[in-house]
Nanobody, 114 residues
Framework: QVQLKESGGGLVQAGDSLRLSCATSGRTITQYRMGWYRQVPGREREWVAG??????YYTESVKGRFTISIDKANNTAYLQMDSLKPEDTAVYYC?????????WGQGTQVTVSS
């Protein structure tokens, strides 16, 4: 089983950048498909980005602004978020998908002021 811990959230202004980190422990990160979701209170959790077998995927609203990556040496996944917009405000969750199921982190708050 893998444990996930996100960090890097915060309060920024529109146009700023943030990099979220998802540190994994218990298993090698390459055993999993890694991804990021986000959730706004009162709304369903929304898939944002994923990476698997070296390929990256993004929801349309973040294409060209967000970049997902993994550091195999440190078993950490990242979400680089540039040109942030107020509508990006949410709690961001890291997910690891593997043969034994999906595992979630506790989330990190990102707030973008206009």
């Amino acid at each position: 089983q893998v444990q996930l811990k996100e960090s890097g959230g915060g309060l920024v202004q529109a146009g700023d950048s943030l990099r979220l980190s998802c540190a994994t422990s218990g298993r090698t990160i390459t055993q999993y498909r890694m991804g990021w979701y986000r959730q706004v209170p009162g709304r369903e959790r929304e898939w944002v980005a994923g990476i698997a077998d070296g390929r990256t995927y993004y929801t349309e609203s973040v294409k060209g602004r967000f970049t997902i990556s993994i550091d195999k040496a440190n078993n950490t996944a990242y979400l680089q978020m540039d040109s942030l917009k107020p509508e990006d405000t949410a709690v961001y969750y890291c997910i690891a998908g593997g043969t034994t199921g999906d595992y979630w982190g506790q989330g990190t708050q990102v707030t973008v002021s206009s």
